[in-house]
């Protein structure tokens, strides 16, 4: 199995920039799909951006052009780089590996979780 750690989270302003890690350990993460979750109280889930194994991105609607996914094999670490930050950008912010799936972006076919990195926008 593997683990994953985030780190980066924090206090930024409104249109600031922060740079979220997740570093993986007890397999590689190029062998699994890679995703970043946010998840505010009360509110499901939500894929924020994820990158196959092939290194293919997929990002939601609300943070296009805003946030890039990317990774380093060797670092074993995924990176969400979030820029233009705003209010709705705040929530608990999760890195998730799966093998494979079709949908990228949904939670449900994540298996393995880190334990989350809180974002504050204000």
């Known amino acids: 199995d593997v683990q994953l750690v985030e780190s980066g989270g924090g206090s930024v302003q409104l249109g600031g920039s922060l740079t979220l890690s997740c570093v993986a350990s007890?397999?590689?993460?190029?062998?699994?799909?890679m995703g970043w979750f946010r998840q505010i109280p009360d509110r499901e889930r939500e894929g924020v951006a994820a990158?196959?194994?092939?290194?293919?991105?997929t990002y939601a609607d609300s943070v296009k052009g805003r946030f890039t996914i990317s990774k380093d094999n060797a670092k074993n670490t995924v990176y969400l780089q979030m820029s233009s930050l705003k209010l709705e950008d705040t929530g608990m912010y999760y890195c998730?590996?799966?093998?494979?799936?079709?949908?990228?972006?949904?939670?449900?076919?994540?298996?393995?979780w880190g334990q989350g990195t809180q974002v504050t926008v204000s």
């Open positions: 998730a590996a799966v093998w494979w799936t079709t949908d990228t972006l949904r939670s449900e076919n994540y298996k393995w």
């Open positions: 007890g397999d590689t993460i190029g062998r699994y799909c």
């Open positions: 990158i196959d194994s092939d290194g293919v991105s």
